[in-house]
């Protein structure tokens, strides 16, 4: 089983980019090179995962299609309509934002710009203010890579035996965080259907205290596996599973490199969805006014690394599961947390 995407940690060197600053480029841009621009969450470039797999992605364009790329990181949400209307301004093809937290402001110069292309990420076009014609909004399937890993939960917590409880720690409570939830918690019973889910939110995307706090309540109530859906936060509910020896899951980017805690991952391949929408607009196939959703049948989501600790008869089921989802057999996951 191909078992995910490894993200290269070191394509941001570590480098803090400041609000205004140019991402470092992989090569020389040609003269008329296209012009892409990324807005970065409040989590900034070096978040571990959701906003730099989208830099990760603007790199691969760079280097690959030989655009010319600037990353504008975002300290506070105020920062979002500047950063957006700064790129427009200076005469950028095309404007990404990064995150559900930023569809007012691209709405808002969306509309400001319409001669300007844009892309948001994890928000429906025609969710936005105006339905700009000039935004495509990028979404995933989150809920059938938390199947998946909430599958392997479920196995895991069945096997350790005593209290099956398996927990999830949300950011905000948003449209692709429950989507990922939804998921994992039917994953998770269709492998144990004596299984127990809790769930929580830290409302926060930024403060690892307030992720690793909910998870240790939760371990505490007996979770044995703990998924973060918390962006740079729930990377404290990973610790928090380290700290007391249980499984922890990560989200979006392969995570397996902060400990032998680490299940899995649930990856959302935001770099290939930011890859393929710069080339669209190279190519003239972009099309605003719509969404491009991304599944595993696109490999758009999935699973990453895989402990070794799992028997390899999961890893076989898992196979099976993910090709079931693929041929939609499995039946129709949920996507909203009840």
């Known amino acids: 089983m191909a078992i995910g995407l490894a ?26 090179a296209l012009k892409v621009g990324l807005v970065t969450d409040i989590n900034q470039l070096n978040d571990r995962g959701f906003n730099h797999l989208a830099y990760v992605g603007l790199l691969r364009a760079e280097k ?10 975002s300290p506070s949400a105020a920062d979002y309509v500047p950063n957006l209307s700064s790129l427009a301004r200076d005469g950028y093809d095309l404007v990404i934002g990064v995150g559900f937290d930023q569809a007012d402001a691209i709405a808002k110069v969306a509309l400001k710009f319409p001669n300007t292309h844009f892309a948001i990420i994890d928000v429906d076009q025609q969710a936005l203010k105006g339905k700009p014609k000039n935004v495509l909004g990028l979404l995933f399937r989150e809920q059938e890579a938390g199947y998946l890993v909430g599958y392997l939960a479920g196995v895991e917590a069945k096997k350790l035996g005593g209290p099956q409880i398996v927990s999830t720690v949300g950011g905000e409570k ?20 004596k299984v127990k889910t809790l ?54 980017a392969d995570q397996s490199f902060l400990g032998p805690q680490v299940l899995t991952s649930a990856l959302k391949r935001v770099d290939s969805a930011v890859f393929l929408t710069i ?54 996951i949920p996507t909203v947390v009840k």
């Open 7 to 32: 993200v290269v940690l070191t394509a941001c060197g570590g480098a803090s980019h400041k609000a205004g600053s140019p991402a470092s480029t992989t090569s020389a841009a040609p003269k008329h």
């Open 64 to 73: 690959q299609l030989r655009v010319h790329g600037r990353v504008l990181e």
């Open 174 to 193: 948003q449209p692709p965080v429950d989507r990922y939830i939804a998921g994992f918690q039917a994953g998770a019973k269709a492998a144990d259907p």
């Open 199 to 252: 769930n929580g939110y830290s409302q926060d995307w930024v403060d690892t205290a307030k992720c690793k706090e909910l998870a240790l309540n939760q371990i505490a109530a007996g979770s044995k596996v703990v998924f973060q859906v918390a962006g740079g936060c729930g990377l404290g509910a990973l610790d928090a599973a380290k700290e007391k020896h249980v499984w922890g899951i990560g989200v979006d």
């Open 279 to 332: 080339r669209s607009v190279q190519n003239g196939t972009f099309k605003g006014g719509t969404d491009a959703v991304f599944g595993l049948d696109r490999n758009g989501v999935g699973v990453g690394k895989v402990s070794s600790r799992v028997p390899a008869s999961a890893l076989t089921q898992l196979k099976t599961i993910e090709s079931k989802i693929k041929t939609n057999t499995i039946g129709t």
